[in-house]
């Protein structure tokens, strides 16, 4: 999949810094985790039920792959002509399934072994989702105008909205 598409008018526009700092945020998540929970275990917090912890954190791992998968798929390989609010599918519900996926990938590793230091990092990494989806939302608004506002009442920015907002 290609996702520098920048000569497709059917898509929003992503931050300057929205690859890299995802990738620099996610290494750094990655490399924090491993270090303090095989190497320093400075800040582990003990709780230690491998039969929990394990299934709990695969299944928050599958619905991220697929919240990721579905999302990337949407987006980049259906074109939308004439442009359109993309809300269907994974994005029903969650307005950034990426991002949001994402996250979930680092909390799933974080649930098999819990760090005060990468949690840390994953509030960081969320607060540098956050300002990259105001971005996006922000350019969005601009190009979609009402149809977007009103896509932003049915669908949350992380988590779903199960319910239909008040007429």
């Known amino acids: 999949?290609?996702?520098?598409?920048?000569?497709?008018?059917?898509?929003?526009?992503?931050?300057?810094?929205?690859?890299?700092?995802?990738?620099?945020?996610?290494?750094?998540?990655?490399?924090?985790?491993?270090?303090?929970?095989?190497?320093?275990?400075?800040?582990?917090?003990p709780i230690r039920n491998m039969y929990l912890q394990i299934p709990i954190a695969a299944v928050i791992i599958i619905i991220a792959v697929y919240m990721i998968r579905t999302g990337l798929t949407t987006v980049f390989e259906e074109r939308r002509d004439p442009p359109e609010v993309i809300s269907k599918g994974v994005f029903s519900r969650v307005r950034h399934p990426v991002y949001s996926g994402a996250m979930m990938i680092m909390l799933g590793i974080l649930v098999t072994g819990p760090s005060g230091a990468a949690f840390g990092i994953l509030v960081l990494n969320f607060i540098f989702y956050n300002s990259m989806a105001s971005y996006e939302e922000s350019l969005l608004i601009k190009m979609f105008g009402n149809e977007y506002l009103e896509y932003m009442e049915t669908a949350g920015r992380w988590l779903p909205k199960f319910r239909k907002p008040a007429a």
Request: hydrophobic share 45%; glycine share 6%.
């Open 1 to 45: 999949m290609a996702h520098h598409d920048h000569d497709r008018n059917d898509i929003g526009r992503e931050h300057p810094a929205n690859h890299p700092g995802q990738i620099i945020g996610a290494l750094l998540f990655f490399a924090v985790q491993v270090a303090d929970n095989f190497f320093f275990r400075l800040t582990l917090i």
